[in-house]
T-cell receptor, first 115, second 114 residues
Framework: TQLLEQSPQFLSIQEGENLTVYCNSS?????LQWYRQEPGEGPVLLVT?????EVKKLKRLTFQFGDARKDSSLHITAAQPGDTGLYLC???????????????FGQGTILTVHP | KAGVTQTPRYLIKTRGQQVTLSCSPI?????VSWYQQTPGQGLQFLFE???????NKGNFPGRFSGRQFSNSRSEMNVSTLELGDSALYLC?????????????FGPGTRLLVL
């Protein structure tokens, strides 16, 4: 069974601060996706990383996939109140097997950015 | 291009009843996955359908079932509802998940079982 440990669970910071969220596993994933979810809504895709060591930037957000494709991080620079929400990492199944269509999710990080 | 749509958005049922939820994937997407989201367990995979065939199933009891139609629309059914079935039910679509295909989520159906 593949598991993703996401940390921290809660982050409360002031506007302008930087933060990093981590997702770690002992399993290899074919891809790592990051989502942001607002209360009562579905997760909205932020990025997909598929290559070990890959780094992607989306404005103030930087995503990294570990070399061994077992871990990932999300770094936000100069956080803003609009960044507030639940951040989820999700791993795609490794090659082989029959885990079609199954993403393994971390428990999520609830981020609150105070003005 | 329209996103994933789910109906209804909200539903209230009582224990013992059954419920059917609907999901329309993004146009051209042939794979639909369903997830249950609760505060305690997070997002858990229910099942995945591709070309009207269930290819994968999570660890949920047989009360949870689904199907996919020829136009890729999908439904999931929960019979004999229990209080613990109260959750946000999410569906996600992708072209064909393969191993790296990105999944796009709908807004979810909030189910409350009384």
């Amino acid at each position: 069974t593949q598991l993703l440990e996401q940390s921290p669970q809660f982050l409360s910071i002031q506007e302008g601060e930087n933060l990093t969220v981590y997702c770690n596993s002992s399993s290899v994933f074919s891809s790592l996706q990051w989502y942001r979810q607002e209360p009562g809504e579905g997760p909205v895709l932020l990025v997909t990383v598929v290559t070990g060591g890959e780094v992607k930037k989306l404005k103030r957000l930087t995503f990294q996939f570990g070399d061994a494709r077992k871990d990932s991080s999300l770094h936000i620079t100069a956080a803003q109140p609009g960044d507030t929400g639940l951040y989820l990492c999700a791993g795609g199944p490794a090659a082989g097997g029959t885990s079609y269509g199954k993403l393994t999710f971390g428990q999520g990080t609830i981020l609150t950015v105070h003005p | 291009k329209a996103g994933v749509t789910q109906t209804p958005r909200y539903l209230i049922k009582t224990r013992g009843q059954q419920v059917t939820l609907s999901c329309s994937p993004i146009s051209g997407h042939r794979s639909v996955s369903w997830y249950q989201q609760t505060p305690g367990q997070g997002l858990q995979f229910l099942f995945e359908y591709f070309s009207e065939t269930q290819r994968n199933k999570g660890n949920f009891p047989g009360r949870f079932s689904g199907r996919q139609f020829s136009n890729s629309r999908s439904e999931m059914n929960v019979s004999t509802l229990e209080l613990g079935d109260s959750a946000l039910y999410l569906c996600a679509s992708s072209l064909d998940p393969g191993r790296k295909e990105t999944q796009y989520f709908g807004p979810g159906t909030r189910l409350l079982v009384l």
